[in-house]
């Protein structure tokens, strides 16, 4: 047997161990806290890379289930709609806009570099494309979706490519968030001005004093669900009326609204906004998410197409910690908040939105909430880039 396909159930269970496995390292490690990588990062690749050694050794592929990981995506992006504020969110206008202008002009810096890299090196340059925008800052749906159309201009294995520039991505964005923080924040000498628990997670001196009872986790899970049925109708309207959204935004939008909504209406009902509980339902979720992840990433996929398209990453990488020291930092403020989203631009911009949010979560943890950083960002992937990244793309493939 060549192949072993782990089921749905059992994948979420090896990814609960893998996590704790993370947890344990980073508790053993202290390098690992200093640095801010994420614990789902440090389990989820040491998993990918005891199952590549055993296809080396076997011949055996592993794959998972990833259907229950898709559902823990929708839990996280709906409980950060539940700590929204509208108050937040117009205060955010600002360095929103920011963000907004510096996400698209990297999309076009992102693509530049991969189609100069490939220039150099004697590709094609839709090969630079496809490991530019298409793959990193787009991710794998992204350059799932563009394979075709790059396959029949003259890119037979567009697919294969494409996939593993962005598994590559993903692996590189989990790891250069939390030192780029690092780096910020001890040279400016930064700290959060808040002194109230991280909204996403649990801060990793109180990971023992906390604590949570039964119904308030039951009503927790309760309101999100609501918000996901809610979303999840809202989606298939926009469906039909021709607005395609990925599902997790209208469950992050009807998180939103209900949280600004309701607590004004029914100012007794208690609303789990901002509490405990709903911290650890999101850390779980996005832990989990992020852990199977990584440990599903399949090495062997990205050893063969190593070489070349190895070379064009690592140009990209040193691009982005580059955009990010010189250009970014500067223009969000250079304050605490700027460096959180230097970690979560950092995951984002070569990897995908969870991973952003996991790089900024393991420094706010460590270091004190940034609650705007964990608005502004997902507003900004959700909306805008899928649309202007796909704009681009057409663009180069065809002029």
């Known amino acids: 047997m060549n192949n072993i396909a ?18 344990m ?7 690992f806290q200093d640095y801010n990588i994420p614990e789902p990062v440090i389990g989820g690749l040491l998993a990918a890379m005891i199952i590549y050694g055993i296809y080396l050794l076997s011949g055996v592929e592993i794959s998972f289930d990833l259907s229950t990981r ?12 539940l700590n929204a504020r509208f108050s937040d969110l117009i205060k955010g206008g600002k360095p929103l806009l920011i963000l907004l202008f510096l996400t698209l002009t990297f999309i076009i810096v992102q693509n530049l570099v991969g189609m100069g890299s490939a220039q150099l090196l004697g590709l094609p340059l839709t090969i630079g494309v496809l490991a530019g925008s298409a793959s990193l800052i787009g991710g794998h749906g992204t350059a799932i979706a563009w394979a075709p159309e790059i396959k029949n201009l003259g890119i037979e294995n567009a697919l294969e490519i494409g996939v593993a520039s962005a598994t590559l991505g993903l692996v590189i964005a989990s790891l250069i968030g939390g ?52 979303g999840y109708l809202f989606n298939n309207l926009l469906t039909d009326l021709g607005f395609k959204l990925p599902l997790f935004v209208t469950c992050l939008l009807t998180g939103i609204l209900l949280s600004n909504i309701i607590p004004v209406f029914f100012p007794k009902l208690a609303w789990p906004a901002r509490t405990r509980s709903l911290a650890i339902v999101s850390d779980f979720s ?21 070489g070349p398209l190895l ?3 690592t140009l990209q990488t040193l691009t982005a910690i580059l955009f990010i020291l010189l250009i970014l930092f500067p223009l969000m403020g250079r304050n605490y908040q700027a460096a959180v989203l230097s970690a979560g631009f950092g995951g984002f911009a070569l990897g995908a939105t969870p991973t952003a949010i996991a790089n900024m979560t393991a420094v706010t943890k460590a270091h004190g909430p940034a609650p705007m950083a964990f608005i502004i960002l997902p507003l900004v992937a959700a909306f805008f880039v899928d649309v202007t990244n796909a704009f681009v793309i057409s663009f180069l493939l065809h002029y």
């Open 179 to 230: 030192p780029i923080a690092k780096f910020l924040l001890a040279k400016n000498k930064l700290s959060s001005s808040k002194k109230s628990d991280p909204s996403i997670g649990i801060a990793y001196d109180k990971v023992n004093t906390e604590t949570f009872n039964h119904l308030n986790f039951m009503s927790v899970i309760l309101v999100l669900h609501i918000c996901i049925i809610i």
């Open 25 to 31: 390292l980073t508790k053993h490690f202290k390098t």
């Open 286 to 306: 996005l832990s989990l998410f992020l852990t199977m992840s990584l440990m599903s990433v399949q090495l062997w996929t990205i050893a063969s197409l190593a």
């Open 6 to 23: 782990v089921d749905s159930f059992l994948s979420y269970t090896i990814g609960i161990i893998v996590f704790f496995i993370g947890v």
């Open 70 to 81: 898709d559902r823990l995506l929708v839990y996280f992006f709906t409980a950060i709609g």
């Open 311 to 313: 070379i064009i990453l």
